[in-house]
């Protein structure tokens, strides 16, 4: 070995961009097409280009690099894909943010100068994430990195769109769509965050025509009415079964409406009778489809209310139920206003309120490319972890509407179709079109808008992998072996990528998908900016290391359930990390005369060492087990349990003797042997999980190889499990926990020596004591250990305590000096005494109790109480003295 010791302190920052620096020199992440061995691929869920690393991302990265290197150190040929997605509002969002600071609007600078900004601001902050990502490190094949606007991939969504618009799947239609008045364009679901908000229910009076009767319906948004085409109530209301197919008179306007049935009505809500206006809420669009209901535009794209409003034309929505409001009580049309709590939909990147809006946009129908891929999650050919989530899936997917799929922006892949302006026709076609096929006419012109973004990410499997050719990647890597996500996108991006592999992948895109929770704060709540409660990961790994961040997460993780975030985890994974460090620090500080081909015979390992190569075999077999099965939480913990307390709490102790015994050559050898043995290999295990203190570790120690990452994975060899070994070490251990608390009663100085005497109810136990007797000189401070047998006299003026087989006798004399010890707890009852007097005076005056706040008082009944306990124990204490 060059160096013979690590630093004394665990110092993260000190190593760790040195060794993701030295994977990548060395191309340990990259992977080539090789036949010879058994694929392991995952394709990373690409982080928005100008974003940042969160917790979410966090997560998600950790989980996948523990089953890629976990894999790699397997021996597949393992793939892990990185990428961005062009995140095409959200970038537009900062370019035109960036205009207005200088006084200008894209449509200034027209669509080409405006791209080019894009693609500059891309340039200069698209690498802040990938940096973050490496920080965390993550190992994944960054020669293969792929961008959704990249060549290839902008290839591959156009070739998406022509196959699916020549078979009828894409079409353009007049449909609602959620509506972003201050960014301008459609928005799919994942971009409209539902925020529930307090508003008000207005009940109005609709009279019917040509009766002295009025329907009171009652409306969260009466500017709509404008538009209102009818009213609608449920079939089996017998409150109106007269009234069904009556006419009514809308107010302000005048216009005649239909008064109809419908089962989708609820008519628990407000009064039974609601309003129906097509054009502006997707539930009345279907009723007014089912109805033959016309559409009637109220409100603008900018979220003014349209000319066909009358006076009110041009007022901004909420300006506009402002005075529609005052119009309607004044006319006597208003009944009452109550408060009402409801949920508002926002846009995710401006925060603007969302307005369900009909307008002409691109869909794909859903119901045919749903089919397959409901029937593959049915079928068990992609499985779900947790499964619970595959009803979830299924449950969408089957009543799935048709995907709105064109967006009013200039970022993104722009949707290939061109319009004739001689004949009228639409051309959809892969190459750029200069003359219309139809009429001959070069009058042509393409599309404004631009794809969504998901409609390009649900591509990402095989689009990655350079589909439309069919690539020696795509061969070995499709379909991918897992997808790992949040359950937030189940629907957004695992349903769509399904549907979209087994239509033009020919198969599904991933074997599994691996649903991971939210990461939220310690309350339970969502990390958001309006919050101000987000923790930045780059922050807690600039402070602690990518490693303790990452073991904190995934410790704290189980399958598809959210956890919080604790600083006070964050400090218990650092400190694991640093009872590692000075575990291997020790080691590497007895390895003096280390023979590296010294391998021990069976009759040279002590109880101890059998008993280490034993737990360690066992969790060897149940890590592997566990990220079989997905369970790495569970796993986390049992190298979290194995390495702190088998390890370093009981084995380094057990062998400390032998190490410091120069003049016995063979114990230490062996001693040295097994302390290698299980480090190294518990290092290999751990690496998936904390791969940079590993390697740093495991480059100091005795090893084969360049890297830990590509060391072999241990799997735990089955003939070093000894079970009467690890029966006989756990009845040692557990006597030797009994002797030290029992110690720790009478506040026995560890100094202190004393016989331990045993009595053996389980006789097989006996004489495995007596010949690992040194184990309690070592760890209990006895200075003997003798046996009792039940015809001696029993031991007297002894602590005693029993644990499963033994009986433990602790005699005091000498240990302690009971008079002294009985003088000292006396003056503590006296002491104890006189605080519990003054706080029992305190919370009896009157006047305290008037003035003082509720929590004041409550904390002194809090003392008071402890207090009380703890003169209680110490009493205890002197009633078992007295008895010695």
């Not at 239609?173 to 008000?200: F, M, Y």
């Not at 502006?280 to 209310?305: A, C, S, W």
């Not at 307005?355 to 779900?384: D, H, N, R, T």
């Not at 202190?752 to 040194?774: A, C, P």
């Amino acid at each position: 070995m060059e160096e013979t010791n690590i630093p004394k302190v665990y110092d993260p920052q000190s190593f760790e961009k040195k060794w993701y620096k030295y994977w990548e020199e060395h191309k340990l992440f990259h992977a080539e097409v090789d036949k010879t061995k058994k694929p392991f691929s995952i394709v990373m869920p690409p982080p928005n280009v100008t974003g940042q690393l969160h917790m979410g991302h966090a997560m998600d990265n950790t989980l996948q690099d523990i089953l890629i290197r976990f894999r790699r150190m397997q021996g597949y040929n393992t793939l892990w894909m990185p990428g961005t997605d062009h995140a095409g509002i959200a970038t537009q969002a900062k370019v035109d943010a960036a205009l207005r600071e200088e006084g200008k609007s894209r449509y200034d600078i027209g669509r080409e100068a405006f791209l080019e900004r894009a693609w500059a601001w891309k340039e200069k902050y698209g690498n802040r994430i990938k940096y973050q990502i490496r920080t965390l490190g993550s190992s994944c094949d960054w020669d293969r990195e792929r961008f959704t606007m990249d060549e290839g991939c902008s290839h591959a969504v156009r070739e998406v769109f022509v196959q699916l618009y020549k078979k009828g799947l894409i079409y353009q239609g007049k449909r609602i769509t959620n509506w972003c008045p201050h960014c301008n364009t459609a928005l799919s679901d994942i971009e409209v965050e539902h925020q529930t908000e307090p508003g008000h229910l207005y009940h109005i009076r609709y009279q019917v025509e040509g009766e002295d009767k009025f329907v009171e319906i009652a409306t969260t948004r009466p500017e709509t009415m404008f538009g209102d085409t009818g009213v609608a109530v449920h079939p089996d209301d017998e409150r109106y079964k007269d009234l069904v197919g009556k006419t009514l008179i809308l107010p302000i306007v005048g216009r005649r409406i239909p008064l109809f049935a419908d089962s989708y009505v609820d008519p628990q809500f407000g009064t039974g009778a609601v309003k129906v206006t097509p054009a502006h809420d997707p539930n009345d669009f279907d009723m007014g489809t089912r109805h033959n209901l016309e559409q009637i535009v109220v409100i603008n794209n900018d979220g003014t209310m349209a000319d066909n409003t009358g006076k009110y034309a041009g007022l901004d929505r909420y300006e506009c139920r402002k005075q529609l409001v005052a119009d309607l009580k004044e006319a006597g049309y208003l009944i009452s206003i109550e408060d009402h709590e409801h949920s508002v939909g926002h846009c995710s990147r401006c925060s603007a309120t969302v307005e369900p809006l009909v307008s002409k946009q691109w869909f794909v129908k859903m119901e045919s490319l749903a089919a397959p891929a409901i029937e593959a999650v049915k079928s068990g050919k992609i499985k779900f972890i947790p499964e619970r989530f595959s009803k979830i899936y299924c449950n969408w997917l089957e009543n799935i509407r048709d995907w709105c799929i064109s967006r009013q922006l200039w970022w993104g892949h722009r949707i290939p179709a061109w319009y004739c302006d001689d004949c009228g026709a639409t051309i959809v076609e892969n190459e750029d079109v200069q003359v219309c096929p139809h009429c001959g006419s070069k009058h042509v012109h393409q599309d404004e808008d631009v794809l969504d973004t998901w409609f390009s990410s649900g591509l990402w499997p095989f689009e990655t992998m350079g589909w439309p050719q069919d690539t020696e990647e795509l061969k070995q890597f499709y379909p991918t072996s897992v997808l790992v996500t949040g359950y937030d996108i189940i629907f957004f991006w695992v349903a769509r990528m399904v549907m979209m592999g087994m239509e033009f992948g020919k198969d599904i895109p991933f074997k599994y998908v691996f649903i991971h929770g939210l990461v939220r704060d310690s309350q339970g709540r969502k990390m958001s900016k309006s919050l101000g409660n987000g923790i930045d990961p780059v922050e807690v790994i600039d402070k602690y290391g990518a490693d303790t961040l990452r073991f904190m997460l995934i410790t704290g993780n189980t399958p598809g359930n959210d956890m919080r975030f604790y600083w006070e985890r964050v400090e218990s994974a650092r400190n694991f990390a640093n009872k590692l460090w000075n575990a291997s620090r020790f080691m590497l500080m007895n390895l003096e005369g280390f023979d590296k081909d010294f391998v021990p015979k069976e009759e040279d390992f002590t109880l101890a060492d059998k008993w280490i190569l034993s737990r360690y075999a066992k969790t060897a077999m149940s890590i592997t087990n566990n990220l079989e099965k997905f369970e790495l939480g569970e796993a986390g913990r049992s190298l979290y349990d194995f390495i702190w307390n088998e390890f370093c709490d009981w084995y380094i102790e057990l062998s400390k003797a032998r190490l410091y015994d120069k003049e016995n050559e063979l114990p230490r050898k062996v001693a040295q042997y097994v302390l290698n043995y299980v480090l190294e290999h518990t290092l290999r295990l751990l690496h998936p999980f904390m791969p940079f203190i590993t390697e740093e570790i495991w480059q100091h120690i005795p090893h084969e190889g360049i890297s830990i990452m590509v060391a072999q994975w241990p799997t735990g060899e089955k003939s070093k499990i000894d079970e009467a070994s690890e029966i006989h070490m756990t009845a040692i251990m557990e006597t030797i926990k009994a002797i030290r608390n029992m110690r720790a009663e009478v506040n026995a100085a560890p100094s202190k020596k004393t016989e331990v005497i045993l009595h053996f109810t389980d006789k097989s136990l006996q004489d495995v004591f007596m010949q690992n007797e040194n184990y309690f000189k070592a760890l209990a401070s006895a200075s003997d250990v003798t046996i009792w047998q039940q015809e001696d006299v029993k031991p007297q003026n002894a602590m005693t305590a029993v644990t499963n087989g033994v009986e433990i006798y602790l005699p005091l004399a000498g240990l302690i000096d009971v008079e002294k010890e009985t003088a000292r707890l006396n003056k503590e009852v006296a002491t104890l005494d006189k605080e519990v007097m003054r706080l029992e005076k305190k919370l009896s005056n009157a006047g305290f109790l008037a003035k003082a706040p509720a929590d004041i008082v409550a904390k002194e009944q809090e003392k008071l109480k402890g207090y009380e306990e703890k003169r209680e124990a110490v009493k205890q204490r002197l009633a078992y003295l007295a008895t010695l």
